[in-house]
């Protein structure tokens, strides 16, 4: 089925090194993608979007990529701060459809100090 | 502040009880979601409305029910014949359904007993 995923359930990196966060999607009709972050107990926060029209998209400390070749999006976060420890997602919506947003299972990503 | 608001945000019921998990927002957005979160798992729609009186099933919304009075909000109740209630809850809107930024509430916690 079509889905949108996740490579890695749990990345660890040192502080002030730079994160990668990767996902995988599998339907060529989506056209809009958002990434997410989640801290434990809370709803997810909207980091930044990107649309099918772009490859890389830029916001404060972080990058999207979009590879539309591969289908393959991923969320780099510069110099990683302990305050970047959380689950991220990644999610698309299908213009195709009537709606919606498919999420991946999310990354936990630990900042090491 | 313009936001979306859940509440409350842990909730304990004893088995067989139908609960009502509310969500309002004030940011003038026609679409509103509701999701459910398991540990370990993406996001799953339970229900969706892109429009005040209109809504549709989502992934899983049996045991589930949802109104749409108001523009500003977006009730779930969990029925008693949801037969694994206990889980997190979180509820978003977004301007449409189509290719726009989903705002998340909170989330509301709820514990089944």
């Known amino acids: 089925g079509e889905s949108v995923g996740l490579h890695l359930p749990t990345l660890s990196v040192q502080e002030g090194d730079n994160s990668i966060i990767n996902c995988a999607y599998s339907?060529?009709?989506?056209?809009?993608f958002i990434w997410y972050k989640q801290e434990s107990g809370k709803g997810p926060q909207f980091i930044i979007d990107?649309?099918?029209?772009?490859d890389k998209r830029q916001g404060q400390r972080v990058t999207v990529l979009l590879n539309k070749t591969v289908k393959h999006l991923s969320l780099q976060i510069a110099a990683t701060q302990p305050g970047d420890s959380a689950v991220y997602f990644c999610?698309?919506?299908?213009?195709?459809?009537?709606?919606?947003?498919?999420f991946g299972t999310g990354t936990r990503l630990k900042v090491l100090a | 502040d313009g936001g979306i608001t859940q509440s409350p945000k842990y909730l304990f019921r004893k088995e067989g009880q139908n609960v009502t998990l509310s969500c309002e927002q004030n940011?003038?957005?026609?679409?509103m979601y509701w999701y459910r979160q398991d540990p370990g798992q993406g996001l799953r729609l339970i229900y969706y409305?892109?429009?005040?009186?209109?809504?549709q099933k989502g992934d899983i919304a049996e045991g589930y029910s949802v109104s749409r009075e108001k523009k500003e909000s977006f009730p779930l109740t969990v029925t008693s014949a949801q037969k694994n209630p206990t889980a997190f809850y979180l509820c978003?809107?977004?301007?449409?359904?189509?290719?726009?930024?989903?705002?998340f509430g909170q989330g509301t916690r709820l514990t089944v007993v």
């Open positions: 409305s892109q429009i005040v009186n209109d809504f």
């Open positions: 990107i649309r099918s029209n772009m």
């Open positions: 940011l003038n957005h026609d679409a």
């Open positions: 999610a698309e919506n299908r213009a195709s459809g009537t709606y919606k947003y498919i």
């Open positions: 978003a809107s977004s301007i449409d359904l189509k290719g726009t930024e989903a705002f």
């Open positions: 339907n060529s009709a989506s056209d809009y």
